[in-house]
């Protein structure tokens, strides 16, 4: 049974920044792809990014590419997101999830989720 937790979410006005945290345990944290996923009020769970196992692959919404950076450090069993230049529209809750085997974009493909770390983006 995997577990995940997710911290660092809060309220910030646009342009500031956030890391959000994921820390994992009930399995060898190397052997899980990472992703990251956000739900805004009334919309579908959409991907953000996801890292491989190593990390030698990253993959990125178009939304939040050059803003946005995927990480792990497999030593501490954690993912990572930073969020840099943070928008309006960027404010959801965000969920940490995890799968074994390839990356996907999906959330449907990922067998674990944590629960979720709202943040808010204030103009």
């Known amino acids: 049974q995997v577990q995940l937790v997710e911290s660092g979410g809060g309220l910030v006005q646009a342009g500031d920044s956030l890391r959000l945290s994921c820390a994992v345990s009930?399995?060898?944290?190397?052997?899980?792809?990472v992703g990251w996923f956000r739900q805004a009020p009334g919309k579908e769970r959409e991907f953000v990014a996801n890292?491989?196992?190593?990390?030698?692959?990253?993959y990125y919404a178009d939304s939040v590419k050059g803003r946005f950076t995927i990480s792990r450090d497999n030593a501490k069993y954690t993912g990572y997101l930073q969020m840099n230049n943070l928008k309006p529209e960027d404010t959801a809750v965000y969920f940490c999830?995890?799968?074994?085997?390839?990356?996907?974009?999906?959330?449907?493909?990922?067998?674990?989720w944590g629960q979720g770390t709202q943040v808010t983006v204030s103009s």
């Open positions: 999830a995890a799968k074994g085997g390839i990356q996907r974009r999906n959330p449907d493909d990922y067998n674990y």
């Open positions: 009930g399995r060898t944290f190397s052997a899980l792809v």
């Open positions: 890292i491989a196992q190593f990390g030698g692959n990253t």
